[in-house]
């Protein structure tokens, strides 16, 4: 029999070798080893986790830890954390942890707001010897990196990310890419150049143009995707389709049999009520008919209500747009003929006549609820009004089953799927002079606005389309009352092209800053600067009253020259029909936007409403807004489900947002040689 080996210790006891050589190895000092870990995969655990898995590792998978603890911590929103960390990356790295290093570097520098940073690391990206994990985020960070603004690269990337994804994921990826086509406009769609390969980039862009061809008729609509359907049967869509459209398959008609109009019938807004109620009531009956807008033409509206014939032989003297300082005919037609994007919008023929019933209640006698509890007991299937905002804040607060066309907009508009928002604001227009204004190429534009919480609204609402659209800092300048510019028109001042930059974040900046503990508003990179006359302002969005106008015009020529080249637009507040050829001479070159109705489109409804009102045209807008109320109403649930849907009216081209606000694209007008003349 063999002898077992034996080890005999010190103290004479005796342990079998294998278990010698346990001991041994315990008592060594080293550590267990950590699992490996997978850069190029995902990162779902926690920053804590990967950070005790650093400390416990060995110098040869230690930078991969790393990289996972930041890609955690940026996802947990700790980005000081992660920007350390990422610094602290040891100098020699493999070439998988340097792609991964380049990778989290740009997805830090989005959750920092650091775009162009973002933009330059992706570019140095081999993106073949990326995974598949990691290709995702890479178009992900493209995605980010273009802060919601469309374009080819971004489409491209959504549609190379798309395999890549879960079913969830893709989901969000189909809904992203239709919101970047439909974000494209007539002249990127005819710009555009795909490679003879990108058949699912092809599918995409035939579905867009049958959308756009399509989407003002629901039925026609639903038939023209179900055969895009089969043509293409390998698209993401084809399975999956947009939110979107998807309701557009499942759209149904509201009911207007049953219509509560709210408005106030007692007490100063009365006179306003009265004016969309005969707007509403005219669509209605069928005096007032959508149709395609034709070139302008020389209207006559009445001098005074009782004049059965105009007077003047001046065919701006009443609103009428004048073709006689135009270009040639086919190339005047009006703005209110295309979209915001310039596509074609369809006429929209609302029913004439309608037998719809209209009961009218009165929101200066009860209390909101009790109206609304009160409509839905008599019947009605939708609701047009309240009309004053302190009514319309209420509306978010209760809750009807009822849809709901509200008149006006609270100051933060909630998402409620059966409320719509219709307003002529002042903001509505700004943000549409904003996309006017920076179509015709200027950069760097100047408000001027009354002092006071109107001009402070006007302005922000600019400011931050500019910045939508992909501006910088806008200016703003306040001026006093008529008796003020008076004085300084005297005295030999002029208006100079400076002023203080609009306070809106952007997205690029934070919104706040931490300093010793104490959170305040950040402020904007550029807050000190000041632009001047010969410096670097290119255009002036006036917001005046006429009187007001009569005087800024001439100030702004007398400090800067008349042939300055300024961009000089004005509002829609400047505007007062019947101004006489010295004034239109005076105004020469200003640009100025107005409602459809005022700006020509509909001579004959014009001179009807004038003589109505008595030539008060801030009542005849209010009784296009009525007009235009009733077109809604019988539309409510295209503008409610379809994105995109839109309509000619007479207070302009209406679209709806993802919070159903209904916005308003103007026609512009221009005083050219003593007459008014349309824009092209």
Known sequence: MLSSLIVRTKSGRIIPVVLAAMLMAACSGQAPQTPAANIQAEASA??????????????????????????????????PQAAELLGKLPQELTDVQRQEQQLVSAELSIAQKNMPNTSAILAKLNVDSLSNSQKARYYQAVIDASQGKASLPVIRAYIAQEPL???????????????????????DLNSLVINADENILQGWLDLLRLYQDNKQDPSLLKAAIKDWQTRYPNNPASKVLPTAL???????????????????????????????????????????????????????????????????????????????????????????QTDADGMP??????????????????????????????????????????????????????????????LNQPEQVQNNPNICYFALSPENEARDAAKHIWEQGKRT???????????????K??????????????????????????????????????????????????????????????????????????????????????????????????????????????SSRSYQAGSGPDFRLEMDGLQFSDIPL???????????????FKNDYSLVRLYAMGADAWVLANHFSQMRQIGGFQLNGSTGVLSADSNCVINRKLPWLQYRAGSIVPMQ
Request: glycine content about 8%.
């Open 46 to 79: 926690s920053s804590e986790y990967y950070l005790q898995q650093m400390q416990q590792s060995s110098d040869d998978n230690k930078a991969d830890w790393q990289l996972l603890a930041i890609r955690s911590l940026i996802r947990e929103g700790k980005l």
């Open 165 to 187: 994804l879960n079913d969830k994921q893709r989901l969000q990826n189909i809904n992203g890419t239709w919101a970047a086509l439909t974000q494209l406009t007539q002249a």
């Open 246 to 336: 998807d309701n557009v398959l499942n759209f149904k008609q509201a009911s207007t049999s049953s219509v509560a109009l709210l408005l106030p019938l007692n007490g100063q807004a009365q006179v306003f009520a009265n004016a969309i109620q005969a707007g509403f009531n005219a669509a209605k009956n069928g005096v007032i008919t959508q149709s395609a807008p034709s070139q302008p033409q020389p209207a006559a509206a009445p001098d005074d209500a009782n004049a059965a014939q105009p007077t003047s032989t001046d065919p701006n003297a009443n609103g009428a747009v004048s073709t006689s300082g135009a270009a040639p005919v086919a190339e005047a037609t009006p703005a209110a």
């Open 345 to 406: 919008v369809a006429p929209i023929v609302p029913p004439s006549a309608s037998n719809a019933q209209i009961k009218v209640y009165d929101t200066s006698s009860q209390p909101l609820p009790a109206l609304l509890a009160q409509a839905k007991q008599d019947g009605a299937t939708l609701v047009v009004g309240p009309l004053l905002k302190e009514n319309v804040d209420q509306l978010s607060a209760g809750s009807t089953p009822l849809n709901v066309l509200a």
């Open 445 to 459: 534009p100047l408000i001027l606005t009354p002092r006071g919480s109107l001009g402070d609204r006007v302005a």
């Open 461 to 570: 609402a600019f400011a931050q389309e500019w910045q939508q659209l992909g501006g910088s800092t806008v200016l703003q300048q306040g001026f006093g009352s008529t008796g003020e510019l008076r004085q300084s028109i005297n005295g030999g001042t002029g208006i100079r092209m400076t002023g203080q930059p609009v306070m809106v974040a952007s997205a690029s900046q934070p919104q706040s800053v931490t300093i010793a503990g104490l959170t305040i508003p950040a402020p904007p990179a550029d807050a000190g600067a000041v632009s001047t006359s010969n410096g670097k302002v290119d255009a002036v969005y006036i917001i005046a009253t006429p009187a007001e106008l009569t005087l800024i015009k001439p100030m702004i020529d007398l400090a800067n020259g008349s042939h300055s080249g300024l961009g000089l637009y004005a």
């Open 598 to 612: 005022l700006a020509g489109s509909n001579p004959a409804l014009l001179q009807q409403a004038a003589s109505q």
